[in-house]
């Protein structure tokens, strides 16, 4: 079974600050590793994915996330936090083809100005 | 292009009553999928469909029947609802099936009392 573990349930940066946002997962196989963020009141919004090839991925907004298998995680970072990313963030592991996707619990940024 | 429409986008029900929640997408998408959000439960996957004609169930679909009418319209009926099934509902469609990203309706906020 997949699973992803998104370990912080709220993450505080100030404005102008680096943010990492963490993410690990569990799954057998290569995996298609994902980011969304969410505004309230709102759907989900795709910010970028991890397939294969470089280990850093660069995404929507000025955010990246870096792909580690040994530890088996997916960071979600921005080098410059804005109040406008202040958002709820969800990291999604798939197997690709017609495997499902699986979402971690989410994690709440806040970014203080 | 409109992405992913969702109707409607609030209902109260009372316990027992049925309903459906439309989706359509129009994006020439082959999977579509509708899930729930719960505080701090994350989305969990209540049914799903890779292509036109097929169907499967997802991580929680008891209490749930789903519908492909079409390429672009997959519906979500609650027969005879709970107040279990208060909660956030998304409609969602990809291109293909877990490899690629997801897009996202804006949701339907259902109360059951």
């Known amino acids: 079974a997949q699973s992803v573990a998104q370990p912080e349930d709220q993450v505080n940066v100030a404005e102008g600050n680096p943010l990492t946002v963490k993410c690990t997962y569990s799954v057998s196989g290569n995996p298609y590793l994902f980011w969304y963020v969410q505004y309230p009141n709102r759907g989900l919004q795709f910010l970028l994915k991890y397939i294969t090839g470089d280990n850093l991925v660069k995404g929507s907004y000025g955010f990246e996330a870096e792909f580690n298998k040994s530890q088996t995680s997916f960071h979600l970072k921005k080098p410059s936090a804005l109040v406008s990313d202040s958002a709820l963030y969800f990291c999604a592991v798939s197997l690709g083809g017609y495997q499902k996707v699986t979402f971690g619990t989410g994690t709440k940024l806040q970014v203080i100005p | 292009n409109a992405g992913v429409t969702q109707t409607p986008k609030f209902q109260v029900l009372k316990t027992g009553q049925s309903m459906t929640l439309q989706c359509a997408q129009d994006m020439n998408h082959n999977s579509m999928y509708w899930y729930r959000q719960d505080p701090g439960m994350g989305l969990r996957l209540i049914y799903y469909?890779?292509?036109?004609?097929?169907?499967d169930k997802g991580e929680v679909p008891n209490g749930y029947n789903v519908s492909r009418l079409n390429k672009r319209e997959f519906s979500l009926r609650l027969e005879s609802a709970a107040p279990s099934q208060t909660s956030v509902y998304f409609c969602?469609?990809?291109?293909?099936?877990?490899?690629?990203?997801?897009?996202f309706g804006p949701g339907t906020r259902l109360t059951v009392t």
């Open positions: 969602a469609s990809s291109e293909g099936g877990g490899g690629y990203e997801q897009y």
């Open positions: 469909s890779a292509s036109e004609g097929t169907t």
